[in-house]
């Protein structure tokens, strides 16, 4: 946080209305309460996970982070988002679904002011190179400390200068 305030010469407040286990309907839902009522600068929206497990389609993924920008732009019409494509469930488990399917409809809504983070090509590459058990933090879909690394390095190569 201190380095991003350093580039950016500006005080920086984080919030995470984040709640475990939701979804992009949830998040829809709950934008203009949990996110768009602080009237941000910046939003990570980083659904996908549990979307991928339910099997929600793309196209509904789609609609539902469109929602989420739109009660954000809202009452910030110059608010700028970073959206996180998804990590990938375990294969041999009932939580992989359509997790990768996500990206193309991310990659949709990018341009000015709007980045996808891809985290699942990064997750594809590691899993080429690493067994899913060592970057898991359940062995199912949650990131241990060192799929959180990657999540925090993807991050940073997209807001630090």
Same mark, same amino acid.
């Given at each position: ?7 950016f010469?500006?005080?920086?407040t ?6 475990a ?5 949830w /998040? *829809? ?5 949990? &996110? ?5 600068d910046?939003? %990570?929206?980083?659904?996908? $996970? ?13 609609t539902?982070?469109q ?6 732009r809202?009452v ?12 990938l ?7 992989? /679904? *359509?997790?990768a399917?996500?990206?193309? &409809?991310?990659d ?5 002011? %709007?980045?996808?983070?891809? $985290? ?10 690493k ?18 690394r ?12």
């Amino acid at each position: 946080m201190v380095e991003l305030q350093t580039n950016f010469r500006s005080r920086l407040t984080f919030r995470n209305p984040s709640v475990a286990g939701m979804d992009s309907a949830w /998040g *829809a839902a709950n934008a203009s309460t949990l &996110v768009a009522a602080d009237r941000p600068d910046l939003v %990570v929206i980083a659904f996908g $996970m549990n979307d991928g497990t339910g099997n929600v389609s793309a196209s509904t993924f789609k609609t539902n982070v469109q929602s989420i920008m739109a009660s954000v732009r809202a009452v910030n019409p110059d608010a700028e988002f970073v959206l996180v494509a998804p990590t990938l469930a375990n294969a041999a488990t009932t939580y992989a /679904g *359509a997790q990768a399917s996500y990206k193309a &409809v991310l990659d949709q809504l990018a341009g000015t002011g %709007v980045v996808v983070m891809d $985290m699942t090509s990064i997750h594809q590459s590691l899993l080429a190179k690493k067994r899913f058990q060592d970057m898991t933090g359940n062995n199912v879909n949650h990131p241990n400390d060192f799929l959180s690394r990657a999540y925090a390095q993807a991050l940073a190569t997209i807001l630090v200068p």
